[in-house]
C-alpha cells in the first residue's frame, strides 16, 4: 500500500502563487506516475498534471498549462505543485494520486492511491 498526503492549500488571492506538497510513505518502489487532480464544487475530478517518478518528464491539461508546475524530489519522496498566477476558477479541493501503470491517464478511475485532499480558494 501506498500512503499519500497532501499539504499547502489555503486562502489567496486571485494573481498569487501557492505550492501543494504531497509526501508519499509505504510501498513507493512501486509507483511509477504521481498527479495531481481537482474537484470544484459540483464537478467532476478534473486531471491537473502528473509526473514519471523515475524520469521527471511532467504532463498536464491544457487548462493549466504556463501556470502550473509539477515536480518531484525522489529523496522525499515528495511531489510538488506550483501554483502561479491563481485564478477563482481554480478554487477546488487538490487531490494527489498514485500509480504503478506505465502510462499516464487523465482519467481518475487509472489511479490506485489517493490522498485526502487540500483545498484552495481563490478570492477575486
Known amino acids: 500500500q501506498v500512503q499519500l498526503v497532501e499539504s499547502g492549500g489555503g486562502l489567496v488571492q486571485a494573481g498569487g502563487s501557492l505550492r501543494l506538497s504531497c509526501a508519499a510513505s509505504?510501498?513507493?518502489?512501486?509507483?511509477?506516475?504521481m498527479c495531481w487532480f481537482r474537484q470544484a464544487p459540483g464537478k467532476e475530478r478534473e486531471f491537473v498534471a502528473a509526473?514519471?517518478?523515475?524520469?521527471?518528464?511532467?504532463y498536464y491539461a491544457d487548462s493549466v498549462k504556463g501556470r502550473f508546475a509539477i515536480s518531484r524530489d525522489n529523496a522525499k519522496n515528495t511531489v510538488y505543485l506550483q501554483i502561479n498566477s491563481l485564478k477563482p476558477e481554480d478554487t477546488a479541493v487538490y487531490y494527489c494520486?498514485?500509480?504503478?501503470?506505465?502510462?499516464?491517464?487523465?482519467?481518475?478511475?487509472?489511479?490506485?492511491?489517493w490522498g485526502q485532499g487540500t483545498q484552495v480558494t481563490v478570492s477575486s
Open positions: 494520486a498514485a500509480t504503478n501503470r506505465a502510462v499516464i491517464n487523465t482519467s481518475h478511475l487509472k489511479y490506485d492511491y
Open positions: 509505504g510501498r513507493t518502489f512501486n509507483i511509477n506516475i
Open positions: 509526473i514519471r517518478w523515475s524520469s521527471g518528464s511532467p
